[in-house]
T-cell receptor, first 107, second 111 residues
């Protein structure tokens, strides 16, 4: 069974801290990985994509991919209360999503 | 551009009823998708399409049907509604299998 797994949380961090979100996947054929943010009652929106091993930075967000360990992570620096949401990890060999990690950033 | 639009926003069905969830995109995307999201869970792919006239099953296709006669529209049909189909349904579109743009969702309850 191909799976994408995330810690369900909730993860709580103080404002200004680094939030670290983790994801593992079982399908070694997956080539593309994505992080979506979903506010409560809203639809998911793409915040990061990563295809190669290593780090990819975009503003306060850094995605990390390790294909050998089948591990993807998302770091959010200088966390803001507006970052409070559920973060979904996706592996796109066959469009599988994890269950999401709920992040709360406390002022 | 309106992006991806879905109708209706909410619907309550009785067991055994049928309905069609509508999805339209105005971005000229070839790829379109239907997902369901159960409470506290991630998205599960129901069906997808890589262009007009082409559809394929996703992870959870049973109980659903789709068609893609135009680039813009990708309706999802529920023939015999069951309580297990109570969920939030999201339609998405994209230029390729990478970035997907999601519609606002349809919240369906089957009683």
């Amino acid at each position: 069974q191909k799976e994408v797994e995330q810690n369900s949380g909730p993860l709580s961090v103080p404002e200004g801290a680094i939030a670290s979100l983790n994801c593992t996947y079982s399908d070694r054929g997956s080539q593309s990985f994505f992080w979506y943010r979903q506010y409560s009652g809203k639809s998911p929106e793409l915040i990061m994509s990563i295809y190669s091993n290593g780090d990819k930075e975009d503003g306060r967000f850094t995605a990390q991919l390790n294909k050998a360990s089948q591990y993807v992570s998302l770091l959010i620096r200088d966390s803001q209360p507006s970052d409070s949401a559920t973060y979904l990890c996706a592996a796109y060999n066959d469009m599988r999503f994890g269950a999401g990690t709920r992040l709360t950033v406390k002022p | 551009n309106a992006g991806v639009t879905q109708t209706p926003k909410f619907r309550i069905l009785k067991i055994g009823q049928s309905m069609t969830l509508q999805c339209t995109q105005d971005m000229n995307h070839n790829y379109m998708y239907w997902y369901r999201q159960d409470p506290g869970m991630g998205l599960k792919l129901i069906y997808y399409s890589v262009g007009a006239g082409i559809t394929d099953k996703g992870e959870v296709p049973n109980g659903y049907n789709v068609s893609r006669s135009t680039t813009e529209d990708f309706p999802l049909r529920l023939e015999l509604a069951a309580p297990s189909q109570t969920s939030v349904y999201f339609c998405a579109s994209g230029l390729d299998h990478n970035e997907q743009f999601f519609g606002p969702g349809t919240r369906l309850t089957v009683l």
